[in-house]
Nanobody, 124 residues
Framework: QWQLVESGGDLVQSGGSVRLSCLLS????????IAWFRQAPGLEGEGVSC????????NYVDSVKGRFTISRDNAKNTVYLQMNNLKPEDTAVYYC?????????????????WGQGTQVTVSS
């Protein structure tokens, strides 16, 4: 069974750091581009970052540029999201999602496999 399992969510103070992990189970990471989305209460979900299947291209939403870094370790079948200088507005459930193409996409419906989410809470 194909699964994505997120971990690493935490409660941190403003300015702190968290590293999220997305472990792929049942399929091989190297053929998939992976994105991180987030959903905050009362707000629309948004794409945060994406990395293509080769790891050559990473995209970020403007609000996290310079603070978040996405990376992948194909040997460990895992994608990471390093989040630094966190702000209260980063508080959300973070989901990773996979699509079996080389290139990233910006829309939720373009991703086929989703994780269950991990909560990140940033206190002011």
């Amino acid at each position: 069974q194909w699964q994505l399992v997120e971990s690493g969510g935490d409660l941190v103070q403003s300015g702190g750091s968290v590293r999220l992990s997305c472990l792929l189970s049942g399929f091989t990471l190297e053929y998939y581009s992976i994105a991180w989305f987030r959903q905050a209460p009362g707000l629309e979900g948004e794409g945060v970052s994406c990395i293509d299947s080769r790891g050559d291209t990473a995209n970020y939403v403007d609000s996290v540029k310079g603070r978040f870094t996405i990376s992948r370790d194909n040997a460990k079948n895992t994608v990471y999201l390093q989040m630094n200088n966190l702000k209260p507005e980063d508080t959300a459930v973070y989901y990773c999602a996979a699509r079996q193409t080389q290139w990233c996409a910006g829309r939720r419906y373009e991703y086929d496999i989703w994780g269950q989410g991990t909560q990140v809470t940033v206190s002011s």
